[in-house]
C-alpha cells in the first residue's frame, strides 16, 4: 500500500530564505508526481506536476526534484515571501490509478 | 474563464439527513473527481466520473455516491451522515481523464459540511 509522507509538518522561516519541503512514498511504482498548494478554506493549486521519466520541473520560484528510485521528491522554493504563506501538498499516482496524497507542509513566511 | 464552481461552501446536518453537493467543472472539461479532506485521514479519493460515468472509486462505503450530467457538472450523495462525514469536500476538473499522462487538475473550492 503505498503511503505519502511530508516533512517537516510544519516550517515557519522568515522572508527571503530558500526552503526545502519533503515528500517520501513508499512505491517507486509511480506515474507521476504532483505539488499542490492550498490556501485556508480554498482548494488546491497544482504547482509542478513531474512525470515519472523526469528528474525535475521548475516554475518560477518553484523547483521540484524527483529520485523515484529511493522514493523521495523536493520542492525547493527560492527567496521566500510572505505570499508564499500556504499549506503544500504532494501527491502521487499509483498504478492503482489513485491519487495519494501526504499530510502536507503548512509554512509560514514572516516579513 | 471561470474556475470549478462548488456549491453549497459551507453547510450544516445533522447525523440521518442526507446531503447533496454540486460540482461545475471548468468549461470543456469532461473528468471530474472527488475528495474529501478532514484532518485525521488528510485527502483521500473518493470517485472520478467521466462521461457520464464512474470510472474510477476509493475506499469509501455506499453512502456515498456520486453522478455525471451530459454537461459535465456532477454531484454527490451522502446518506445517512455520520458525524465523522463532517469535511471539507472537493472536487477537481480536467479534460481528460484525472490520470492521463500530464493531466492536471483544476480544484474549486470545496464544500465543508458539518455533521452535528
Known amino acids: 500500500k503505498q503511503e505519502v509522507t511530508q516533512i517537516p509538518a510544519a516550517l515557519s522561516v522568515p522572508e527571503g530564505e530558500n526552503l526545502v519541503l519533503n515528500c517520501s512514498f513508499t512505491?517507486?511504482?509511480?506515474?507521476?508526481l504532483q505539488w499542490f498548494r492550498q490556501d485556508p478554506g480554498k482548494g488546491l493549486t497544482s504547482l509542478l506536476l513531474?512525470?515519472?521519466?523526469?528528474r525535475e520541473q521548475t516554475s518560477g520560484r518553484l523547483n521540484a526534484s524527483l529520485d523515484k528510485s529511493s522514493g523521495r521528491s523536493t520542492l525547493y522554493i527560492a527567496a521566500s515571501q510572505p505570499g508564499d504563506s500556504a499549506t503544500y501538498l504532494c501527491?502521487?499516482?499509483?498504478?492503482?490509478?489513485?491519487?495519494?496524497f501526504g499530510t502536507g507542509t503548512r509554512l509560514q513566511v514572516f516579513p | 474563464k471561470a474556475g470549478v464552481t462548488q456549491t453549497p461552501r459551507y453547510l450544516i446536518k445533522t447525523r440521518g439527513q442526507q446531503v447533496t453537493l454540486s460540482c461545475s467543472p471548468i468549461?470543456?472539461?469532461?473528468?471530474v473527481s472527488w475528495y474529501q479532506q478532514t484532518p485525521g485521514q488528510g485527502l483521500q479519493f473518493l470517485f472520478e466520473?467521466?462521461?457520464?460515468?464512474?470510472?474510477n472509486k476509493g475506499n469509501f462505503p455506499g453512502r456515498f455516491s456520486g453522478r455525471q450530467f451530459s454537461n459535465s457538472r456532477s454531484e454527490m450523495n451522502v446518506s445517512t451522515l455520520e458525524l465523522g462525514d463532517s469535511a471539507l469536500y472537493l472536487c477537481?476538473?480536467?479534460?481528460?481523464?484525472?490520470?492521463?499522462?500530464?493531466?492536471?487538475?483544476?480544484f474549486g473550492a470545496g464544500s465543508r459540511l458539518t455533521v452535528l
Open positions: 477537481a476538473s480536467s479534460l481528460a481523464r484525472q490520470f492521463s499522462g500530464a493531466n492536471v487538475l483544476t
Open positions: 512505491d517507486s511504482a509511480i506515474y507521476n
Open positions: 513531474i512525470q515519472s521519466s523526469q
Open positions: 501527491a502521487v499516482h499509483t498504478g492503482t490509478d489513485k491519487l495519494i
Open positions: 468549461s470543456g472539461h469532461r473528468s
Open positions: 466520473y467521466f462521461s457520464e460515468t464512474q470510472r
